[in-house]
C-alpha cells in the first residue's frame, strides 16, 4: 500500500511539471512579436512584390525593406521611381504586361551588380521579382538588389554633396578637416600658394576649433577675386563634428547698403531744421534728430531714453511748449484725437505757444502701424504773413482816403484793389468779387452806366497790353449827367492804375446791390 501511495505522489509530481513547462512556454511564446503573414514566407529572402493595380497586396520581408516610403504615389509609382534607373524604359514594358502575359528585364551594362527583373501577369494580379543576374560570382538575389539599391543611394548622396554650393567638411577632435566636399575643396585649392599642390591633411579654411557648437560667427574669406562671407554652422555627431560654411555675401551686402543708408539719412536728419520724431506701433519714440531737441527743448537723455508718445507730450506740456487748453481732461482728449488723425494721415495744425512761437506740427502715418510727427517753427513765416496783411491793410485805407475813385489791375487785367470812392462813383464794390472783376467786365459795367463812347475799348487795350505804354486821358459822361474824367497810368510790371474824377460838385447816388453782376450798384 505505501509502494503504490509513493507511485502515485510521483506521478502527479511529474504531471505537475510538465504543466508548469508547458505554462512558461505559453508564456514565452505570447511575448514574441507577432509575424505578419506573407505569400511569400518559404523564401524571405527573395525580392518578390504582389500588386493588384497600383496597390501593394504582398510583398517579401527583403522586398518590404527596399521599397521607398512614401505618400504622393503609389506603391508601383513608388517602385518604378526607385528602380527606372536600373532597368530601360520599365513603365512601358510594364504596361504592356496584361497583354503579354510575362516579361524580364535586364538591367543596364552600367549596373553594379547586375540584375534581372521577371514580371507576371496572374489572374488579374501582377508579381514582380528582382534577382541578381548569372555571373561568376554566386550572390543571393536579395543581397544583390540590396547591395544594387545601397550603391544607387550612395552614388546619389555622393552626388549631392560634391555638387552641393555650400561648403561642407568634418573634422575631427582635433580640429582636423578628415573630409571636406567638392566646394570646399575647389576654395582650398585656390589658397594654395604658387607651385604647391592640394595634400593630405586638408587645409583648414576657418579657424573655429575653440568655438561651440551650434551658428558661428560671420567670417570673411580672402579669396584671389575678392572676399567672400560665409556664416558657419557646426553640428557636433561623436567625436567629430559636421560643419557647414553658408555664403552670406548678399546678406552682407544689404547689411552695408542698410548701413549706408541709415548712415546718410543720420545725416540729412541731423541737418534739418525741422524737428523729426518717429514712434513705432507700441507708441515708443524710435528715432529723432537734434532739431526736435531745439524746438522742444526736451532734454536728449529724454529722448534717447525712448518714451511713449504720451510722456513725449506730458514733457512738451511742462516747458509750455504745447497750446495751454483751459483743462487738463480736454487737452488728454486732444491728444488722443492727435494720434488717431494721425494714423490716419489727416493731422496738420499750427500751434501758436505762450513763448510767442508759432508751429507747424504733421502727423503722418508710417509702415507697420508707426507714427512719424515733424515740428517746424514757422514764427518767421507768420510774423512776415501778418506783416504783409498789416501793409495790405494799410495800403487799402491810403487809397480809401484818397478823393479820386481808384481801380488797380494786374498784368492780366484783373482786378486787384479800388477804393471806397470808386464803389460810390460807380454804385458797386467789385471786391466782393475779385474772381469775376476783370478789366472786360468793369468796362461793360461801365458802359452801361456812361454815355455811349470808344474810351473803354481803348481801356481794355491799354490794361491787357504787353508793349511800352503811355499815359492818358480821356472823359465819359454819366447817364445822370456828371462828366467824369478817367486817367490811364502804367504801374510796374504790367499793372495799370485807373482813376476817376467827378468835374462838378453833383452829390453821389447811395450805394446798393447790384443784380446784374452780384455786385453792390445804385
Known amino acids: ?54 496597390r501593394l497586396i504582398d510583398a517579401s520581408p527583403s522586398a518590404r ?30 504596361a504592356t504586361l496584361p497583354r503579354i502575359g510575362q516579361i524580364q528585364i535586364s538591367s543596364l551594362p552600367g549596373s553594379a551588380p547586375p540584375l534581372v527583373l521577371k514580371a507576371e501577369h496572374l489572374s488579374g494580379l501582377t508579381r514582380l521579382t528582382i534577382q541578381g543576374a548569372q555571373t561568376d560570382q554566386p550572390a543571393g538575389p536579395a543581397d544583390a538588389a540590396t547591395f544594387a539599391a545601397l550603391q544607387q543611394e550612395v552614388m546619389a548622396q555622393r552626388a549631392v554633396l560634391s555638387r552641393a554650393p555650400v561648403l561642407m567638411w568634418k573634422e575631427s577632435a582635433d580640429g582636423s578637416v578628415i573630409w571636406a566636399n567638392h566646394a570646399y575643396l575647389i576654395r582650398a585649392v585656390e589658397l594654395l600658394p604658387d607651385g604647391e599642390d592640394l ?93 526736435l531737441a531745439d524746438l522742444t527743448t526736451l532734454p536728449p537723455e529724454l529722448l534717447i531714453g525712448r518714451p511713449t508718445l504720451n510722456a513725449f507730450l506730458d514733457a512738451m ?65 507768420m510774423s512776415r504773413t501778418r506783416r504783409y496783411r498789416a501793409d495790405v491793410e494799410l495800403g487799402q485805407s491810403v487809397i480809401d482816403a484818397v478823393e479820386d475813385a481808384v481801380a488797380v489791375f494786374s498784368q492780366g487785367g484783373q482786378l486787384v484793389m479800388s477804393n471806397h470812392a470808386y464803389a460810390q462813383l460807380w454804385q458797386h464794390d467789385p471786391q466782393v468779387l475779385l474772381s469775376e472783376a476783370s478789366i472786360a467786365t468793369l468796362c461793360a459795367w461801365w458802359r452801361d452806366h456812361s454815355a455811349p463812347t470808344l474810351l473803354w475799348d481803348d481801356a481794355i487795350d491799354f490794361a491787357t497790353s504787353t508793349d511800352d505804354r503811355t499815359p492818358w486821358d480821356g472823359d465819359v459822361r454819366l447817364l445822370d449827367g456828371r462828366l467824369v474824367s478817367c486817367r490811364f497810368r502804367p504801374l510796374t510790371g504790367g499793372a495799370t492804375l485807373v482813376t476817376f474824377r467827378v468835374q462838378g460838385s453833383a452829390a453821389p447816388a447811395p450805394v446798393r446791390e447790384a443784380p446784374r453782376m452780384g455786385l453792390l450798384t445804385a
Request: with cysteine.
Open 199 to 291: 595634400s593630405w591633411p586638408l587645409p583648414k579654411l576657418f579657424d573655429q576649433t575653440d568655438a561651440p557648437s551650434g551658428r558661428l560667427p560671420r567670417l570673411k574669406l580672402q579669396m584671389p577675386s575678392g572676399p567672400e562671407w560665409f556664416d558657419l554652422v557646426k553640428m557636433p555627431q561623436g567625436d567629430t563634428a559636421l560643419c557647414y560654411a553658408l555664403a552670406a555675401d548678399k546678406a552682407v551686402q544689404a547689411e552695408t547698403a542698410l548701413r549706408e543708408f541709415m548712415q546718410t539719412l543720420t545725416k540729412t536728419f541731423a541737418d534739418l531744421p525741422i524737428g523729426l520724431a518717429i514712434f513705432d506701433r507700441s507708441r515708443c519714440l524710435q528715432m529723432f534728430n537734434p532739431a
Open 317 to 381: 506740456r511742462a516747458r509750455a511748449m504745447i497750446p495751454e487748453p483751459r483743462d487738463y481732461r480736454s487737452w488728454r482728449k486732444q491728444l488722443a484725437r492727435l494720434e488717431e488723425e494721425a494714423a490716419m494721415g489727416i493731422f496738420e495744425e499750427t500751434w501758436s505757444l505762450p513763448g510767442g512761437q508759432t508751429y507747424r506740427v504733421i502727423g503722418r502715418p508710417h509702415p507697420n502701424g508707426a507714427l512719424a510727427f515733424m515740428f517746424e517753427d514757422i514764427s518767421n513765416e
Open 1 to 54: 500500500m505505501g509502494d503504490l501511495t509513493m507511485a502515485l505522489g510521483m506521478v502527479l509530481a511529474a504531471l505537475l511539471v510538465a504543466l508548469s513547462a508547458l505554462a512558461l512556454m505559453q508564456a514565452w511564446m505570447s511575448r514574441q512579436p507577432t509575424r505578419v503573414a506573407s505569400i511569400f514566407d518559404p523564401t524571405p529572402n527573395r525580392i518578390a512584390f504582389l500588386f493588384d493595380g497600383d
Open 65 to 94: 525593406a527596399i521599397l521607398p516610403e512614401g505618400e504622393d504615389q503609389g506603391a508601383l509609382g513608388r517602385l518604378i521611381a526607385r528602380f527606372g534607373p536600373d532597368f530601360p524604359n520599365l513603365s512601358e514594358q510594364l
